[in-house]
């Protein structure tokens, strides 16, 4: 039995709706209630009846949920001790993101998680392009950068770079362009598209891929439009000025006239890095990275099939 067990029975008991208590712990639905039948089973007893309509505690259930709440309250308390022993009572984190890594699940997860664990240590937030990120890590401006790094990049001395999502390139288009009919594309179809893309010398590593996935293909984009953020490239898209090519998480933004599709090619993804200096041996860094292990991991497991 694991503590993030009875966090989520205890969500589900005061909500006494899974779709609602999901909502509150900010992962799926699904996961949640294999969850909760994981608990179920361990403890050996049913903890909530439910009906097509509405979810009830059991009596087991109502006693556990006393229960639960007391180890939570302990372990809070233990865990706000050790953080003052341990120095991760105060002070600054600095992260640095690239545009599209708001929009994962893993982000969003990392930073709601890491204030409720550690409320008092200020994380001051910038975005940034890889390139940029990287070079504040060696001016020691920067303490974590969430990035993507370009294909075959040389490993920079000082610093160290792991991968914590590997993600999917998605085009996104007009939803009355002639491709979107099919169920996938792949780079070659492209190539007599207007792309839309990030301005050179911003430093983005999906840019890069890209243009050169077109070469492997035979052509080069031919780049109508620029803009510096991923929402206003997918808004372009939507209006029909071209093509986009970026990372799946953009599909959260609903623009209409948008629409996605996923390329036919096992390579086109992008995995999203966590880069820190090696030396930094700072418990907020260690926590902050450690966090990133056990979401990334969460993350994973979900978006492998059942």
């Given amino acids: 039995m694991e503590l993030r067990h009875l966090r989520y029975f205890v969500t589900v008991a005061e909500e006494l709706h899974f779709s609602r208590a999901a909502q509150r712990l900010n992962i799926g639905q699904p996961p949640l209630s294999m969850q909760i039948r994981a608990l179920e089973d361990e403890l050996g007893v049913p ?10 505690l059991t009596p087991a259930g109502r006693a556990f949920l006393v229960r639960a709440r007391q180890i939570l309250a302990d372990a809070e308390a233990a865990r706000l001790e050790v953080q003052q022993i341990a120095g991760l009572d105060a002070g600054e984190l600095r992260i640095a993101f690239t545009t599209s890594a708001p929009m994962t699940n893993l982000m969003k997860r990392v930073l709601t ?11 001051t937030l910038s975005e940034a392009p890889s390139e940029r990120q990287r070079e504040a890590l060696i001016e020691r401006t920067l303490d974590i950068g969430l990035l993507r790094q370009a294909e075959n990049a040389p490993p920079v001395a000082g610093l160290s770079f792991e991968t914590l999502i590997d993600e999917a390139l998605v085009v996104v288009l007009h939803q ?4 979107a009919k099919h169920a996938s594309v792949s780079i070659a179809d492209l190539a ?16 890069g891929q890209i243009r050169r996935m077109c070469e492997r293909a035979g052509f080069t984009p031919r780049v109508v439009q620029e803009a510096r953020e991923s929402t206003t490239i997918v ?18 933004i609903q623009i209409e006239g948008a629409h996605f599709m ?11 890095l966590l880069g820190k200096r090696r030396d930094d041996n700072s418990p907020l860094v260690q926590a902050f990275v450690a966090l990133c292990h056990e979401v990334a991991g969460t993350v994973n497991d979900e978006a492998r099939p059942a």
Avoid: K, W
């Fill in 113 to 123: 998680t890491y204030r409720q664990r550690y409320p008092r240590v200020t994380l």
């Fill in 47 to 56: 903890l909530f009846e439910r009906s097509q309509r509405r979810v009830f």
């Fill in 176 to 179: 009355g362009h002639a491709l």
């Fill in 192 to 207: 007599n598209e207007a792309f839309i893309m990030h301005p050179n010398g911003v430093g983005t590593a999906v840019d």
């Fill in 262 to 272: 996923d390329f036919s090619e096992p390579d086109a993804h992008s995995a999203l």
């Fill in 235 to 252: 808004a372009l898209a939507a209006s029909g000025l071209g093509v986009a090519v970026l990372p799946a998480a953009v599909r959260c």
